[in-house]
């Protein structure tokens, strides 16, 4: 199933692999040459935009209603020391966060395969729209919970319905789907890296907007205008998005076989390589989803006991320098795993800084020093990319697919258990357990970006083939395109 999803998530981020086909009907070459400047990037944008609105509020949202039950009210609960009380709240809080995260991302899991494959026969546009809509019934249904203060199984309900749909996963696999149909390689890489830059530079805004929209507790504003932006995203999808057929033969061999295939055609040294930076793309996206969660359940509790708008501003600089990532990437002339390493050394100093974050100032210089850690997963998928010649490269990135997807899904569950069993010691073990996480992913990159000579010595051949290939220290970007 991992291999199902990634073989339509590969470009997950700002990398793509768009496979050159000489029998392309007549209908695809006229839409081509009939390129749109705008297309679905604008899904992409809104998806995200409203995946980030939700997953910043259902935190706060899940703490306020909490309190409520408690019969305790949130100044006087945060004016005082910290409490058993207090601590089991924030266990709470935690679990059911996890639980609503869960219902999301274990229903996307099951659900991007099958929506990928209606989409191959129905069209991408007509795939896309039934993500988008389903996010907009989501929403629907936790703006009513919301305004009637229901059951939390109300919420879990929206959490499954917009898994239904492939989640923000689906999104982006259908929208870039669609995009390389209209796009070659170049032109489609240039829109992808751009579009990652503006996502995390949106769900900053978003973060902004929440922050004031939600002050004394008004969450249905959020929901009322989240709902707004998914209805236009329909609106957008369905009118503005025309339909194209599907160019990809669904006859074809399966993933599987071709993961097989390139296996054994690679020695032993390059498959424990490609497993390794495989290993490191998991673990790094697994701690940037479950860093935000966490840090927005420790930052509104004891001891710091930020308001909303405190939290828009946190996020918003979070996100927002996080879209200089891609661009580092997208433009830059440094070797991908020397960006890895930087954007590692980014995060990392972040996970610290919670992890030392009793006052506010240092919560902000730690957002401030992020500004690096969205490069790491477009670096490596850039570099996994490199390692193959094409249409190889095409599997290597399929399977770099299935590292994220299980670092979506293992992330959340593992530490967010980790943080509601630690509690009762400090809150700050978990940082340290995803601060530690970085230290043999760290060796492993230092290793194969020859900072360790006494191992790359070992790796020479290695080394050797991939320099043959393509010069690691080049663009993303071929300019050699036709």
């Known amino acids: 199933m991992l291999v199902i999803i990634s073989n339509k998530m590969y470009n997950y981020g700002s990398i793509s692999e768009v496979e050159d086909d000489s029998n392309t009907t007549t209908q695809l070459e006229e839409a081509s040459r009939q390129q749109p400047i705008i297309s679905a990037e604008i899904c992409v944008v809104l998806y995200t935009f409203v995946y980030s609105v939700i997953s910043s509020v259902q935190v706060q949202y899940v703490e306020y209603m909490e309190r409520l039950d408690s019969d305790t009210s949130e100044e006087a609960s945060c004016s005082n020391e910290s ?154 999808t369905a009118v503005c998005i025309r339909h194209i057929p599907s160019n990809i033969d669904i006859t074809e061999p399966g993933m599987l076989k071709k993961i097989k295939k390139l296996i054994k055609e690679n020695s032993s040294a390059e498959n424990v390589k490609f497993l390794l930076i495989g290993l490191v793309l998991c673990g790094h996206w697994g701690i940037m989803r479950a860093t935000i969660t966490i840090s927005v359940i420790y930052v509104i509790s004891y001891p710091l006991c930020w308001n909303s708008e405190t939290v828009g501003y946190f996020l918003g600089l979070l996100f927002g320098l996080g879209s200089v990532g891609p661009l580092l990437v997208y433009f830059g002339t440094i070797p991908d795993l020397y960006l890895c390493l930087l954007g590692m050394a980014s995060s990392a100093l972040l996970i610290l800084c919670c992890a030392f974050g009793y006052n506010t100032e240092i919560m902000f210089v730690g957002a401030s020093l992020s500004l690096f850690r969205a490069v790491v997963g477009a670096a490596l998928l850039a570099y996994m990319s490199k390692m193959y010649p094409h249409p190889t490269s095409k599997v290597a990135l399929a399977i770099a697919g299935c590292w994220i997807a299980i670092g979506e899904i293992m992330a959340p569950g593992v530490y967010q258990t980790i943080y509601g069993f630690t509690l009762q010691i400090s809150s700050s073990i978990v940082f340290f357990v995803m601060a530690s996480v970085y230290i043999p992913c760290a060796l492993v990159i230092s290793i194969y970006a020859g900072l360790l000579p006494s191992w790359n010595i070992g790796n020479r051949d290695v080394n050797e083939k991939n320099a043959k290939r393509e010069d690691l220290t080049e663009p993303l970007l071929n300019t050699n395109h036709d």
């Open 83 to 236: 409490s058993s009380e207090e601590i089991d709240l924030k266990t709470r809080v935690n679990f059911i966060v996890l639980g609503l995260i869960v219902a999301s991302s274990g229903t996307s899991f099951l659900a991007v395969p099958v929506i990928s494959q209606i989409s191959l026969r129905i069209g991408y546009k007509r795939g896309l729209l039934i993500n988008i809509l389903l996010l907009l019934l989501s929403c629907c249904v936790w703006l009513i919970s919301v305004l009637l203060e229901s059951s939390y199984w109300w919420l879990v309900l929206a959490q499954v319905i917009n898994g239904i749909g492939g989640g923000v996963a689906g999104s982006q696999a259908l929208a870039t789907a669609y995009l390389s149909l209209i796009y070659d390689n170049y032109h489609l890489t240039q829109r992808l890296a751009v579009t990652g830059s503006l996502t995390q530079l949106f769900m900053g805004v978003a973060q902004l907007l929440v922050g004031f929209v939600i002050s004394d507790d008004n969450f249905s504003s959020s929901f009322i205008m989240v709902t707004s932006i998914a209805a236009a995203a329909t609106l957008y």
